[in-house]
């Protein structure tokens, strides 16, 4: 019953990358301009895949949702840690870090599946060019991306129940600018093997499988491109499929950074600096790989600045 009370009234503190008074102006600034560039940036991809008819496919439709994930995921984190900043109150109540918890599992794991997924539709599009439109039908887009989101809730929902009987007893503070689960876990003095053991199980599952499965449909979609005989096939097939391999390598490369820092060094500050790489620079990105590299984004783009200014 104690630890039960304890948890109902527990703050914790999240130290961020550091406590000296003459850099938080500066990583205020630089933490505000790339939050609005991520969320201007993906909002862009989503109106102009909303827009243009000739954007209406399925691997469209799965890049708008990327796109929304990405922006939630940065909205889960950079505003409270702004908001830190702005008004030099470090603490966060356990509930709105446990939501935090919750958000910062669910919409990485989104990310991993719709990747995933975006490689089966390349797949389909390249190796099976005649039953594209059976095959990836609005009823099986709709259900897989279904799938990814239900998948998700279940295994954030899973980790969160396992952290309910938790009892703290250690000083509450985190030397991270988010909570996050692993970090969490340090402050509990309670036995927390299921909660680790499905770490371990959940990051082996949900790192390896959908990089096979994304490894696999690119090995494939090689084969088909070296028997194509057009240059100009082979060179539509590598921009689209180029864009997406670069948001893959970025995401896994960051992630897999992440897990190596946090491995390999006890500096809070480097892990940070990690993580930024990660969770903000990352979902930052992806638009600009997508618009840069893919002329059919670039045109919808153009078509609805174009709309915009003729509005005003």
Same mark, same amino acid.
């Given at each position: 019953?104690?630890?039960?009370?304890?948890?109902?009234?527990?703050?914790?503190? !999240?130290?961020?990358?550091?406590?000296?008074?003459?850099?938080?102006?500066?990583?205020?600034?630089?933490?505000? @301009?790339? $939050?609005?560039?991520? &969320?201007? #940036?993906?909002?862009? =991809?989503?109106?102009?895949?909303?827009?243009?008819?000739?954007?209406?496919?399925?691997?469209?439709?799965?890049?708008?949702?990327? @796109?929304?994930?990405?922006?939630?995921?940065?909205?889960?984190?950079?505003?409270?840690?702004? &908001?830190?900043?702005?008004?030099?109150?470090?603490?966060? @109540?356990?509930?709105?870090?446990?939501?935090?918890?919750?958000?910062? +599992?669910?919409?990485?794991?989104?990310?991993?599946?719709?990747?995933?997924?975006?490689?089966?539709?390349?797949?389909?599009? =390249?190796?099976?060019?005649?039953?594209?439109?059976? /095959?990836?039908?609005?009823?099986?887009?709709?259900?897989?991306?279904?799938?990814?989101?239900?998948? #998700?809730?279940? /295994?954030?929902?899973?980790?969160?129940?396992?952290?309910?009987? !938790?009892?703290?007893?250690?000083?509450?503070?985190?030397?991270?600018?988010?909570?996050?689960?692993?970090?969490?876990?340090?402050?509990?003095?309670?036995?927390?093997?299921?909660?680790?053991?499905? /770490? $371990?199980? +959940?990051?082996?599952?949900? #790192?390896?499988?959908?990089? =096979?499965?994304? !490894?696999?449909?690119?090995?494939?979609?090689?084969?088909?491109?070296?028997? +194509?005989?057009?240059?100009?096939?082979?060179?539509?097939?590598?921009?689209?499929?180029?864009?997406?391999?670069?948001?893959?390598?970025?995401?896994?490369?960051?992630?897999?950074? &992440?897990?190596?820092?946090?491995?390999?060094?006890?500096?809070?500050?480097?892990? @940070?600096?990690?993580?930024?790489?990660?969770?903000?620079?990352?979902?930052?990105?992806?638009?600009?790989?997508?618009?840069?590299?893919?002329?059919?984004?670039?045109?919808?783009?153009?078509?609805? !600045?174009?709309?915009?200014?003729?509005?005003?």
């Amino acid at each position: 019953m104690e630890s039960e009370n304890q948890t109902r009234i527990l703050e914790i503190i !999240l130290l961020g990358f550091s406590e000296d008074p003459e850099l938080q102006p500066f990583i205020f600034g630089l933490f505000l @301009s790339m $939050y609005l560039v991520t &969320v201007l #940036g993906n909002l862009l =991809i989503i109106l102009a895949i909303i827009s243009d008819s000739h954007l209406h496919t399925p691997m469209y439709f799965f890049l708008s949702n990327l @796109s929304l994930v990405d922006i939630c995921f940065s909205t889960t984190i950079v505003p409270k840690m702004l &908001v830190s900043i702005h008004t030099e109150n470090k603490a966060i @109540s356990y509930m709105d870090c446990l939501t935090q918890v919750y958000l910062t +599992m669910f919409f990485p794991i989104l990310d991993t599946l719709l990747l995933t997924v975006m490689a089966y539709d390349r797949f389909v599009a =390249i190796c099976h060019p005649l039953h594209y439109t059976i /095959i990836m039908n609005p009823c099986l887009c709709g259900l897989l991306v279904f799938i990814t989101w239900f998948i #998700g809730v279940m /295994i954030s929902l899973l980790h969160i129940f396992l952290m309910r009987h !938790l009892s703290f007893c250690r000083d509450l503070e985190i030397p991270h600018f988010f909570c996050e689960l692993t970090h969490i876990l340090k402050l509990v003095c309670s036995d927390t093997f299921l909660n680790n053991t499905l /770490i $371990y199980f +959940m990051t082996g599952v949900l #790192g390896v499988f959908p990089l =096979i499965g994304i !490894l696999f449909s690119y090995s494939q979609i090689a084969s088909s491109i070296r028997k +194509m005989s057009s240059s100009r096939g082979k060179q539509k097939a590598f921009s689209t499929c180029g864009s997406h391999l670069s948001v893959v390598s970025l995401f896994y490369g960051t992630g897999v950074g &992440v897990h190596f820092t946090s491995a390999v060094t006890h500096s809070s500050q480097k892990v @940070s600096v990690a993580s930024v790489m990660y969770t903000v620079v990352t979902p930052m990105l992806n638009p600009f790989i997508y618009s840069l590299r893919n002329k059919d984004v670039k045109g919808a783009l153009r078509r609805l !600045l174009s709309r915009a200014t003729s509005c005003l």
